[in-house]
């Protein structure tokens, strides 16, 4: 096994250290507090459950795409929230706890929100007959690399408040470099001739899709009136998604790579996007 099949496993294990870094920065208050917000919990959720599947829908009808790009763009979109949305909260001043609840939550309700939307797409665009059982494997991806370190994390802080501050810095810089690895995996995994033939066609919707989802996602939540921090944890938890889950599912439970192909776009246009929907939106609001 040579380094580059390795290095989707050292990634994972500096993606845990990065978590343990935004533990470091939260407290149990933080999480406590979002009992004073359920107005930003109901609408992530609605936004995520039922909006987004509607964006995805209405592109493929206005655009005319495939059906089988039709079913691989609405799987993306039932696809909860990713890791990396907690990263760039983090970067941009999200609510990273938001976040951190959210991305629990979301990937909960996925496994049966995700079956339920990629199924009726199959049914709709394809009628292979073909199903997607429940994923309950997820929830426990979530708790070994999400919530298991942040907990770690907010136990050192606890115990050493010093600690967490001088890392800070340190671990902020860690999670630009996570992110940029990120890029560099997903381009160099995803990346085929099959892939680059169908860029120019079917590039343009994903990136449609994926810059609604921000956008949706931070307008929304300022109209209905949240402050900025909860709005911004909001856009990235909502307009980053889990595409490595949409990979997987496409390719192992499906057997199909061309299912895969819009999350394979994704996992590559989103850094680029979220990343200048931080600086250009955000940080300028």
């Known amino acids: 096994m040579n380094f580059i099949d390795l290095l989707p496993q050292l990634l994972l294990g500096a993606l845990a250290l990065v978590m343990f870094g935004l533990g ?10 979002l009992r004073h917000h359920p107005r930003a919990v109901l609408l992530a959720l609605l936004i995520q459950m039922v909006l987004l599947p509607a964006l995805a829908w209405l592109l493929v009808v206005m655009t005319g795409l495939a059906p089988v790009y039709a079913v691989g763009l609405l799987l993306l979109a039932a696809s909860p929230g990713g890791v990396s949305a907690n990263l760039f909260s983090h970067l941009f001043g999200g609510n990273v706890a938001m976040n951190i ?12 929100s995700l079956p339920l939307i990629t199924n009726w797409a199959i049914a709709t665009f394809v009628q292979s007959g073909q199903i997607v059982p429940l994923q309950f494997g997820k929830v426990f991806e979530v708790v070994a690399v ?10 050192a802080r606890r115990r050493n408040p010093g600690f967490a501050a001088r890392m800070e810095r340190p671990m902020k810089a860690l999670s630009m470099a996570v992110l940029a690895a ?40 300022r109209g209905a009136g949240l402050e900025k921090p909860m709005a ?8 980053i998604h ?35 929907f931080g600086v250009l939106v955000l940080r300028r609001a």
Request: charge should be neutral; avoid cysteine.
């Open 242 to 276: 889990n595409s490595t889950l949409a990979i997987f599912v496409a390719l192992s439970v499906l057997g199909n790579f061309q299912l895969a192909l819009p999350a394979a776009i994704y996992s590559v246009s989103m850094y680029l996007t979220a990343a200048l």
């Open 146 to 155: 999400i919530l298991l370190p942040v907990l770690i994390g907010m136990a």
């Open 232 to 239: 911004t944890a909001v856009s990235f938890e909502i307009g």
């Open 101 to 112: 609840s959210l991305t629990a939550i979301n990937t909960v309700l996925s496994i049966v």
């Open 24 to 33: 470091l920065s939260l407290t149990g208050g933080d999480f406590t507090r």
């Open 182 to 221: 990120f890029a560099l995996i997903a381009i160099v995994k995803e990346w085929s001739s099959a892939l680059s033939q169908t860029l120019i066609s079917l590039g343009p919707v994903v990136l449609a899709f994926n810059l609604l989802s921000l956008f949706a996602g931070y307008y929304l939540s």
